[in-house]
Each structure stands twice: as structure tokens, then as C-alpha cells.
């Protein structure tokens, strides 16, 4: 509704930068387990699955023994046909099963995705509007798309790989430890140097991680902001600067991403070296042993072929160790949103909105956006139900914040806000809610056709509701003008309408809503006198029957109300009807006698006498 000021003019100081420290194993290793626990199930099939083709794998290595001892040396052709066929099938065995696993958890892990971004979407959307104000939308559009991504390899290959990996070096290494157990300590003590060097590397990989999808969400959230203010971005001829804004956000990304590579190539070198030094090992130990014939030429063979079945994962576990730190990065920051509190977090002890007659009364209330600096002021009212109540004052008096309040947008500091005499407090939101419509300056109108918008308040409104509607907004005779009549799409914001004709569309939403509290923040400020006319019959027609509070510059609006309360600096210092506030002579005589002198003024140019 506001977020659109200073689109591109520079008016949004540098991108925000929420700061905060990464979560100790410990928490990330929790939330991975609650991950892991609820896809279990995928996630058990996945390693016998895994198991299987580990097993079968090892059958290769074993035959090669086998032959050069016993069917080589022990001269049986006979042994050879089995032997190959055995290798044969475990192949067959291997691929099948690594085929279905691949298929099965590249699918487990798009699913977790979906869920996650199912469940982050729904979070957002129910974030107190305050949150809306302080994050940019795009920080929060990356959240929802980019950081549920990263759990991709939490739940889909990477931890099957990572316990598949530890079990299968495991299990070799016994075999191992039972062929050669002084040669199996010295290859074992090279892995162990390489996995404690991947463990320092993904402890200071895992922040810039973090940092990154950071980077990526202040991206997303400028680059959404500029280009839904790309006419103010162009009229001030900003495109340099956006520009270079946005060059200098993807160049840290950049940056990031080249540590990160660093931080691979380094493991990768290490890990190659690691190979060579055991093999060089192998060859010296391996061969003294050969020579002095305690070890056959068939042992050693599969002994070899063996340390490589251990060697592989452990490498692959660092390959493995840094997605799985993209995915905890990007889980500690799902755990930052879903760390705050959504509007309906008390809902389970508040009672459901009834039907309300629409008494509106307000006592005492004090809010602040920021509580050391009060807005409002101890402000009291009461609207009886169907009354009209128009908050006239200079800009910056808190006439939206107070309608805000009413929204339920946000919470008094103090005092209490009477809904046919039931604290707001106590009330679930969405159930009031559905009892409030809402006319606004602007930001009312969805890209999609004039039908969708207007059905976004009744989705299951009849064409012949949507046709009252609309007739009574006088809206009826331009919606059927237009290309599409019904069908035709109005663009991001509703820019392919004329100001007047959003309004009137606006209008028509909210009498199809049905509402009982109607709030009309200067829904005719921004049209001209023209438009501003046809408008008022629609607002009219809307407003009768609800209880309305209506913000408007244009004190003709204003003339009919049941109540006009006068703000000043965020206290009421008037309140009375038309003719009274008039005859007292004070600040709403003021704001309507420079008002009758503009409209004086109207039809002149500025500079004429
Ligand atoms: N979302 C917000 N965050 C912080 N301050 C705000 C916010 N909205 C309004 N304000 C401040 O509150 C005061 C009242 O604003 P507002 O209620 O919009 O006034 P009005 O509608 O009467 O012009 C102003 O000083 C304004 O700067
Ligand atoms: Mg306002």
C-alpha cells in the first residue's frame, strides 16, 4: 500500500542489512533431523537402496582376487564363467538400484522443496504488516524460492550419499583392517587428515554461504522495487545509478562465489593428493609385502581395489559436506522467518468475529511505530453503527495510522479498540476481516482481467453480482468499453486503467465484499474534479448502510458526515458536525477556508492575479 515511495529516486537507503550470527551445529543438526524424520520414509528406501548397489559393488573387486589366486593359480578355467557371470549380474544389481534411487530422491527432494515453500508462502502472507515495512517484499520473495531451494540436498542425494558413503568406508575399512591392518592404519590416517581439513574448510564455508543467499535476497528485493517503480526510475533518468546499485550487490555475490569455489579446488587438490600419497603407500608397503610373501599378488589386488571403495566416499563427502552447508545456510535463514511471529500466532485464544452490527468505538488508544515516539495520542471515538465518520487534519496527523489500527494492521500501545463492544484483542483477525472493506489512494488493482480483481473479494460471486456491483460503482459502462469488456487484463497495479476507473473498480470490490466497516483512505485524491464526481455517487451508494471512515483532502466529501473529528499531531483537538466545527472557528475552520480559497483558485493558472 505505501512501499512504493521514491520508487527509484534513491529514496531507499542502502539495502538492509540484518546482521546476525549462524546458529551452532548443534541447532542445525536438530533442524536437519526434523527434516530427515519427516521424510524418513524416501529417505530409508534410499539407503538399502544404496546398500544394494554399495554391496554389489563390491563384488568386482573380490572376483579380480579371486581370479588371480584361484582361478589363475590354481589353473581352474571351469571357475571362469561363473565368476564373470557373478560380476555381470551385480552390475545389472548396481544400476538398477542406482537408478532408482536417483529417481526416487531427486523426487523426495523436490517434494520437501514444495512443502517448504508451501509452508514459507503461507507464513509470509501472515506476517504482521509492520514486518511488510521494515523487509523489502523481494527479500521475501527470495526466502520463499531461493533459500527452501538449498534443502534440496538435506533430503534428496546428499544425505543419502553422506551416510551411504560413511557406512560403505566403514564396512570396507574392516575388511580392510582383517586383510592388512598395518597398511589400513596408514591409509586410514591420510583420510583422516583429509577429512579434518574438509571440516575446517566447510566451518568457514558455511558463512559465506550464508552471506550469499543474504546477497541474493537484497538483490531480489531492490531489483523487484526498481522495476515496480520503473516510470520514477526513468523520469529521473536513474538508470546509471540502479545500475551501479545493482552491480555492486551482484559483485559481492560474485565474490562470495569465488571463495566458495577456492574453497572447493583446495579440497579437490587435497583430496587427489591424498589418493596419489596412498597409492604411493600401497605400492611400497603393498609391494615389500608381495616380495616377502606374506601377501599374495590376488590379495593385494582386491586389497587395492578395496581402498579405493573406501577413499571414494570419504572424498565424495566433501563434495557432499559442502551442499549440505548450502542447505544448512539456507535453513538458517528459513529459521529467521519462520522465527517471527505471524498475526494469527494468539488465534487459538481469541474468539471468531461475529457478524457485526458495526459499532466502532476507540478508548484511550496510543500507538507509535516506534513505541518511544507515540503517532497517536490517547485517541477516543465512537461510530454507531452505519455511521459515517470522516479524520480530516494536515498530512502526517496519523489519519491512515489510525484506520491501520481498525484494520487490525496493528496493535495499541494502549488503550482499546470495540468492535460492538468485543476488544479487537480478542478477536481472530481473519474473521473480522472479512467484515471490513477498503477503498485506498492507490495499489488496489491486481494484473489480471477486471473480473479476477473484482472477484478477489467473493470468489464465488455471480456474473449478475459482479454486474450490480459494478453498475452501482459506476463502473458497468467502462468495463464493458473496454477491448475485453470483463476479460480484460489490467496490467501490473492497474496500469492500463485510468486513475478514476481503478477507483471506480476498487469501489465496486468492496460493495461486492459486502462489508460492514468501510474504510475509505483518500480514495478520490488522486482523481480530478471530473472523475472525482463520478466517483462520489459510487461512494456514496457504498457507503450506505456501513459504518465508514473516511480520509479525504476535499472537505465537500466531508460535508455529510455524522461525525468530523479533527486530527492534529496525533490527538482529536476537533470534533463535531460540518456547521458546528465551522461556527468554532478553529483548525477545521482553518483547513476548509484555505480549501474554499484553492477551489477559488481552480480554474486559474498559478502566477495569475
Ligand atoms: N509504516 C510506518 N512506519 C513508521 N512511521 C510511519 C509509518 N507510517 C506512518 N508513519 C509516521 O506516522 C505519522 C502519521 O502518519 P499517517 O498516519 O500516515 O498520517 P496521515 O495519514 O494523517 O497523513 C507520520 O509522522 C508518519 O511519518
Ligand atoms: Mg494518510
Not at 533431523?33 to 539407503?47: C, N, S, T
Not at 534411487?101 to 502472507?125: K, N, P
Not at 465484499?513 to 483518500?522: C, G, H, M, S, Y
Request: net charge positive.
Amino acid at each position: 500500500m505505501r512501499g512504493m515511495g521514491g520508487g527509484g529516486g534513491g529514496g531507499h537507503g542502502g539495502p538492509r542489512r540484518e546482521k546476525s550470527k549462524p546458529p551452532g551445529w548443534g541447532v542445525v543438526l536438530r533442524e536437519s533431523a526434523v527434516l530427515v524424520r519427516q521424510h524418513r520414509g524416501r529417505l530409508g528406501v534410499g539407503l538399502i537402496l544404496l546398500a544394494v548397489s554399495r554391496a554389489a559393488a563390491l563384488v568386482a573387486p573380490a572376483s579380480a582376487g579371486w581370479l588371480l589366486d584361484h582361478v589363475v593359480a590354481g589353473k581352474r578355467p571351469d571357475l571362469l564363467l561363473p565368476l564373470a557371470a557373478a560380476v555381470l549380474v551385480a552390475a545389472v544389481v548396481q544400476s538398477g538400484a542406482g537408478y532408482a534411487l536417483s529417481q526416487l530422491l531427486g523426487v523426495a527432494a523436490q517434494r520437501a522443496i514444495h512443502s517448504m515453500r508451501l509452508e514459507l508462502h503461507w507464513h509470509v502472507l501472515r506476517l504482521p504488516v509492520a514486518r511488510f515495512d521494515a523487509t523489502q517484499s523481494g527479500q521475501l520473495v527470495s526466502r520463499v524460492m531461493n533459500d527452501a531451494e538449498g534443502i534440496r540436498n538435506l533430503v534428496g542425494n546428499g544425505i543419502v550419499q553422506l551416510v551411504g558413503g560413511l557406512l560403505t568406508a566403514g564396512v570396507v575399512f574392516v575388511i580392510l583392517l582383517w586383510l592388512n591392518w598395518q597398511l589400513t592404519l596408514a591409509v586410514a590416517g591420510l583420510l583422516a587428515v583429509f577429512g579434518a581439513a574438509t571440516a575446517i574448510a566447510l566451518t568457514r564455508l558455511r558463512p559465506i554461504f550464508r552471506e550469499r543467499g543474504q546477497t541474493q535476497a537484497e538483490i531480489t528485493g531492490r531489483m523487484t522495487q526498481v522495476l515496480g517503480g520503473i516510470r520514477a526510475v526513468k523520469a529521473y533518468a536513474a538508470e546509471t545509478r540502479e545500475q551501479d546499485a545493482f552491480r555492486a550487490g551482484a559483485e559481492r555475490l560474485f565474490s562470495h562465489i569465488r571463495t566458495t569455489i577456492t574453497g572447493f579446488s583446495v579440497l579437490g587438490a587435497l583430496g587427489t593428493l591424498v589418493v596419489g600419497i596412498s597409492a604411493a603407500v600401497l605400492i611400497l608397503v603393498g609391494g615389500q609385502a608381495l616380495l616377502a610373501g606374506t601377501m599374495s599378488a590376488g590379495q593385494l589386488f582386491t586389497y587395492v581395489m578395496y581402498v579405493a571403495l573406501m577413499t571414494a566416499p570419504v572424498l565424495q563427502i566433501a563434495a557432499i559436506g559442502t551442499q549440505m552447508t548450502e542447505a544448512f545456510a539456507g535453513l538458517d535463514r528459513i529459521r529467521e522467518l519462520r522465527a517471527q511471529a505471524t498475526e494469527d500466532a494468539d488465534a487459538a485464544g481469541r474468539s471468531a468475529c461475529p457478524r457485526l452490527s458495526g459499532a466502532v468505538e476507540l478508548r484511550e488508544v496510543v500507538f507509535g511505530y516506534n513505541p518511544e515516539r507515540p503517532v497517536l495520542h490517547g485517541v477516543s471515538l465512537r461510530a454507531e453503527p452505519g455511521q459515517t465518520i470522516a479524520l480530516v487534519g494536515p498530512s502526517g496527523s496519523g489519519k491512515t495510522t489510525l484506520v491501520s489500527l481498525i484494520m487490525g494492521f496493528h496493535r495499541p500501545q494502549s488503550g482499546a479498540i470495540l468492535l460492538d463492544g468485543a476488544d479487537l484483542a480478542g478477536l481472530r483477525l481473519d474473521s473480522y476481516r472479512r467484515q471490513l472493506g477498503v477503498v485506498l489512494q492507490d495499489n488496489v488493482v491486481f494484473d489480471g482481467t477486471v473480473r479476477d480483481n473484482l472477484l478477489f473479494a467473493r470468489p464465488e460471486a455471480t456474473q449478475d453480482a459482479l454486474d450490480a456491483a459494478a453498475e452501482a460503482a459506476a463502473a458497468l459502462g467502462f468495463i464493458r468499453e473496454l477491448e475485453k469488456g470483463w476479460d480484460t487484463v489490467v496490467g501490473e497495479r492497474g496500469v492500463k486503467l485510468s486513475g478514476g476507473q481503478r477507483q471506480r473498480l476498487a469501489i465496486a470490490r468492496a460493495l461486492l465484499a459486502d462489508p460492514r466497516i468501510l474504510v475509505l483512505d483518500e480514495a478520490t485524491s488522486a482523481l480530478d474534479s471530473e472523475s472525482e464526481a463520478e466517483v462520489q455517487g459510487a461512494l456514496a451508494r457504498l457507503r450506505h448502510g456501513r459504518t465508514t471512515f473516511v480520509i479525504a483532502h476535499r472537505l465537500s466529501t466531508i460535508r455529510s458526515a455524522d461525525q468530523i473529528l479533527v486530527l492534529e499531531g496525533g490527538r482529536i483537538a476537533e470534533r463535531g458536525r460540518h456547521d458546528e466545527l465551522l461556527a468554532g472557528g478553529g483548525l477545521y475552520r482553518r483547513l476548509h477556508d484555505r480549501q474554499s480559497g484553492l477551489a477559488a483558485e481552480l480554474f486559474r493558472n498559478p502566477g495569475e492575479a
